[in-house]
């Protein structure tokens, strides 16, 4: 897996991914889907340094803007 520089991998900070093992309830950032058990199409991404979890379809509709690295709250 490559990163780009200033990547970082680390969890400190954010909060717990979906597969830690915990009952965490996890819903779509964007239109408040719940994810039912482990969603591995969905889409995470990390900003200010706390995790956002997006569903197929909101995911899809804001591909470019992910790409982009743009924050959630310009799309």
């Keep these: 897996m490559t990163s780009l520089s200033g990547d ?4 400190t900070g954010s909060a717990p991914r ?3 093992g915990d009952a ?3 819903v779509c950032a964007r239109c ?3 994810a039912d058990g482990p969603q ?3 889409t995470c991404s990390v900003e200010n ?3 956002h979890y ?3 379809n909101c ?3 804001h591909l470019r803007a992910i790409e982009g690295r743009l924050d959630s709250a310009w799309w």
């Design 49 to 51: 340094g706390t995790r």
């Design 8 to 11: 970082s991998d680390s969890t």
């Design 24 to 26: 965490q309830h996890i």
């Design 59 to 61: 995911a899809r509709a």
């Design 18 to 20: 979906p597969d830690a």
């Design 40 to 42: 591995p199409t969905w």
């Design 54 to 56: 997006f569903c197929d």
């Design 32 to 34: 408040g889907t719940p």
